[in-house]
C-alpha cells in the first residue's frame, strides 16, 4: 500500500513536471498591479487588473481626469494626471495615468488563445498609447482545439484548410485609426483564421499595419506574406516576434516607427554630414547611402550618444536606443567597419566577424589606429550632424 502510494506521489510529480507545473504556481503568489504607467487619450477605457487577488476595492485620485469601475475599468475624462489604488487584503497598489486629449490614432488588434499575445499586446498598447481590442472567436478555443500534436485538433484543421475563422468583436470606429498594430500568435508557421478573417473582411485601404506575434520560436516571417496579400490595400512593415521582448525594446520599436512618420528628411538634410566621435576623437568615416544611414542621420541630428562595450576581441557594441530600418546580409566586416546589428546597435570592428549585418560605412584609419581607439576598453561614441551642431 505504502509502495503504492509512493508510485502515486512519483506520477503526479513527474504530471506535474511534464506539465510544466512549477512550485509557483502551487504557492499563492503576490498580488501585481498588470500596469504601472498608463497614457490614455480622452474618452479611451482601459481594463486594469491586479493580478493574484480576489477582493480588490478600486479607487481614483481624480475623478476628472480618469474614473475606475469596481472590475478596475478606466474611463480617460480629462487631460492630466491622476492615482489608480488597488486596495487588497489592507494592501494598495497603485498606477499612474496620464490623460492627454484627442482622439488616439493607433490600436492594438489583437488574437490570443493562450494569453501570450494578450502580454505582448498589453506592452504594445501601453508603448504606443493607443487604444486596444481583443478579436474574440465566436467558438472559443478549448484546450483540446489548440492540441496542435493531435493531427485533427481544430486549430490544426483550420490551418490546414486556411480557414477564416469568425469572431464576434465588433470593432468601432475603425476609419479613425491609421495605425493597427495587428498580434496574434504563430500556429503551423501562419496567422491563425481569425487574424486572416479580420483581415479579409476590413476596410484597409490607406492603414499602416504592423504585425507582431508570439512563438514557440518560428518568428512571424512565416505569416508576412499572407498578411501582405490579405491587406494589399494597407501598407505592411515588417512584422516583429515579441516573444521575449523586454518593456524597453517594444517601446523602442513603436518609436521606431512615430519616428518613421516624421517629414521625410529634405534635400538640404539629406547632404547632411554625419560626423563620428570616439570618445573625444573624431573620426573619418565614410558612409553608405542607403535608409538605414539615412535613418541614424536623422536620430544623430539631436545628437545620439552611445554607450558601447569591448566584445570578442574585435568590435565595440551598443545600443541606439531604437530600431531603425535594416538590410542585413551575411557579411564578413574588418576593421573600420560601422554596421548595424539586430536593427537597433551600432558594432564598430577594430578586427573581424562573420554575420548579418547592414553595412553603415567605414572609418578611414589604419587597423592599428582603430585598435588603439577602440581596443582598451570601453568608449562613448558620439554621433551629430552639421544641423545639429549648428542648433
Ligand atoms: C495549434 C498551434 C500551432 C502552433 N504552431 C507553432 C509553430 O509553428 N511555431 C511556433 O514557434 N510556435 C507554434 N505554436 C506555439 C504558439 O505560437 C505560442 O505558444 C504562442 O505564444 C501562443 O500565443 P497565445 O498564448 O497568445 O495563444 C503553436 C501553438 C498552437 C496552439
Request: glycine share 8%; aromatic share 8%; net charge positive.
Amino acid at each position: 500500500m505504502k509502495a503504492g502510494l509512493i508510485k502515486l506521489a512519483v506520477f503526479l510529480l513527474v504530471i506535474f513536471a511534464a506539465a510544466g507545473v512549477g512550485i509557483n504556481a502551487v504557492s499563492a503568489a503576490t498580488p501585481a498591479i498588470s500596469a504601472k504607467n498608463i497614457h490614455m487619450k480622452v474618452g479611451q477605457t482601459y481594463r486594469l487588473k491586479l493580478k493574484n487577488a480576489k477582493k480588490v476595492v478600486w479607487k481614483t485620485s481624480d475623478k476628472k481626469v480618469v474614473t475606475v469601475t469596481g472590475k478596475g475599468k478606466l474611463t480617460a475624462k480629462g487631460e492630466g494626471t491622476a492615482t489608480i489604488t488597488a486596495r487588497s487584503k489592507g494592501k494598495s497598489y497603485t498606477s499612474t495615468v496620464t490623460v492627454s486629449a484627442g482622439v488616439s490614432t493607433s490600436i492594438v488588434i489583437y488574437f490570443s488563445a493562450t494569453g501570450n499575445t494578450e502580454a505582448a499586446a498589453l506592452k504594445v498598447r501601453e508603448a504606443a498609447a493607443a487604444d486596444i481590442v481583443s478579436l474574440l472567436p465566436k467558438k472559443a478555443y478549448i484546450a483540446d482545439d489548440l492540441n496542435y500534436h493531435e493531427a485533427s485538433c481544430r486549430a490544426n484543421k483550420e490551418q490546414n484548410k486556411k480557414s477564416y475563422v469568425a469572431y464576434s468583436t465588433v470593432i468601432k470606429n475603425l476609419d479613425q485609426y491609421d495605425t493597427i498594430y495587428l498580434g496574434y500568435p504563430i500556429w503551423h508557421g501562419k496567422e491563425p483564421g481569425v487574424i486572416r478573417k479580420f483581415l479579409k473582411s476590413s476596410d484597409l485601404k490607406g492603414k499602416t499595419i504592423i504585425p507582431f506575434c508570439t512563438s514557440g520560436g518560428s518568428g512571424i516571417s512565416g505569416s508576412m506574406a499572407n498578411i501582405r496579400s490579405l491587406a494589399s490595400d494597407a501598407e505592411v512593415m515588417d512584422g516583429k516576434d515579441l516573444t521575449y521582448a523586454s518593456d524597453d525594446e517594444i517601446k523602442a520599436w513603436t518609436g521606431s516607427f512615430a519616428k518613421n512618420k516624421a517629414p521625410a528628411g529634405t534635400a538640404e538634410n539629406e547632404a547632411d554630414t554625419m560626423i563620428m566621435k570616439i570618445g573625444n576623437t573624431e573620426v573619418d568615416v565614410v558612409w553608405e547611402d542607403n535608409a538605414s544611414v539615412s535613418a541614424l542621420k536623422e536620430l544623430a541630428s539631436s545628437g545620439l550618444t552611445i554607450q558601447m562595450s569591448m566584445y570578442g576581441g574585435f568590435e565595440q557594441v551598443g545600443s541606439i536606443g531604437q530600431s531603425i530600418v535594416r538590410d542585413d546580409r551575411q557579411t564578413t566586416t574588418s576593421a573600420g567597419d560601422i554596421v548595424l546589428y539586430s536593427g537597433d546597435r551600432l558594432v564598430v570592428f577594430y578586427g573581424s566577424n562573420s554575420w548579418a549585418y547592414t553595412s553603415l560605412g567605414k572609418i578611414d584609419l589604419p587597423k592599428d589606429k582603430l585598435t588603439e581607439l577602440l581596443g582598451s576598453g570601453d568608449v562613448t561614441i558620439t554621433l551629430t550632424t552639421d544641423r545639429g551642431r549648428a542648433k
